[in-house]
């Protein structure tokens, strides 16, 4: 992978998009995403992964070989990454400013990725507070400055 940043909302430094993810034209702004919700705005830098024989009772992402072995990268270990079988290799630590999930219901649906909530149930950890933070005071779980 190149050197890519992490989603400001999920997280991942996966920038290929699955092998079974709907056509999308990724240089048209405006569009959405029917699976997270994202918006081509700001996903410019994704790309469409290779043509490869799908099993169908894979469990998505989680089947590929490249991403189990990103995941036990220094980077990924230090942002406590998993691979999620819709986004690839993602930080289960969700972003500061993400609201509370203790009380939702587990069908609950997230507003921002349409994850549900009890599909993430106990595999999702807060972050840590970066409350008082300094402006330019690097993030603990990204490394980027918040």
Known sequence: MASVTACP???????????????????????????????TDHHHNLLKHPNVPIDQSSTGATACPALKSVVQQPKSQQMDDEVCPVIGPATTVLPPDHPSTADAADGAVCPITKATIGH???????????????????????GVKI
């Open 9 to 39: 909302v999920v997280g991942t430094t996966n920038d290929v998009l699955p092998p079974n993810h709907p056509a999308v034209d990724l240089e048209k702004d405006g569009q959405t995403c029917p699976v997270v919700g994202a918006t």
């Open 120 to 142: 993430h149930k106990n595999k999702l950890h807060g972050h840590p507070s970066v409350q008082g933070a300094e402006a330019g005071a690097v993030c603990p779980v990204a």
